[in-house]
């Protein structure tokens, strides 16, 4: 595998299930980024890491846990999602965490919450 | 705070014509500005960025942008529009004074390309 992968691409889940995104990131990338794309929205910047530590948590809400168990690996945990937490969840990563370091995105998640 | 306008949710050109995406950001200090495209079910891929140096900044597949900090724009264009260009361009910005990268989205440009 090469650049950024993640598992599962579709996943529909009921607002009472818990379930988890996966993201890797084949790069030797120290920093990873949760964005959420939804329709005629902006990407929605949800956490970023660096060097395994959170660097930013955008005001999102606690139904969402993320966790970076090394560089190369992200998990978004979920739990109790409403149906409007419905959206594509991408994951991308960077050398590092300067403003001018390219992003590389993953293909993301499509979540559908009933 | 850092915000970026794209005009326009859809563009539409025949192949071979020229392409003009429209980006405008407004920051309180000297921005990096990116392009990016999305193919469908894909995630985004650089086309090109703005960091410093010469305003006028070449990408990939043909793409250029050219920074105008007068007009705090950032447009992206192609002389010759082909049927793969089809995809969702997103114009972002980022503050090269923040400690760590965060990038600031459009809404996106679906481009269109009929034969």
């Known amino acids: 595998e090469t650049g950024v992968t993640q598992t599962p691409r579709h996943l529909v889940m009921g607002m009472t299930n818990k379930k988890s995104l996966k993201c890797e990131q084949h790069l030797g990338h120290n920093a990873m980024y949760w964005y959420k794309q939804s329709a005629k929205k902006p990407l929605e910047l949800m956490f970023v890491y660096n060097f395994k530590e959170q660097t930013e948590n955008n005001s999102v809400p606690s139904r969402f846990s993320p966790e970076c168990p090394n560089s190369s690996h992200l998990f978004l945990h979920l739990h109790t999602l409403q149906p409007e937490d419905s959206a594509l969840y991408l994951c991308?990563?960077?050398?590092?965490?300067?403003?001018?370091?390219?992003?590389?995105f993953g293909p993301g998640t499509r979540l559908t919450v009933l | 705070a850092q915000s970026v306008t794209q005009l326009g949710s859809h563009v539409s050109v025949s192949e071979g014509a020229l392409v003009l995406l429209r980006c405008n950001y407004s920051s309180s200090v000297p921005p990096y500005l990116f392009w990016y495209v999305q193919y469908p079910n894909q995630g985004l891929q650089l086309l090109l960025k703005?960091?410093?140096?010469?305003?006028l900044v070449k990408g990939i597949n043909g793409f250029e942008a050219e920074f105008k900090k007068s007009e705090t724009s950032f447009h992206l264009t192609k002389p010759s529009a082909h049927m793969s260009d089809a995809a969702e361009y997103f114009c972002?910005?980022?503050?090269?004074?923040?400690?760590?990268?965060?990038?600031?989205f459009g809404t996106g440009t679906r481009l269109l390309v009929s034969p």
């Open positions: 703005y960091t410093t140096g010469a305003t």
């Open positions: 972002a910005v980022s503050d090269r004074y923040t400690g760590f990268q965060k990038l600031v």
């Open positions: 991308a990563s960077s050398p590092g965490d300067r403003g001018t370091d390219t992003q590389y």
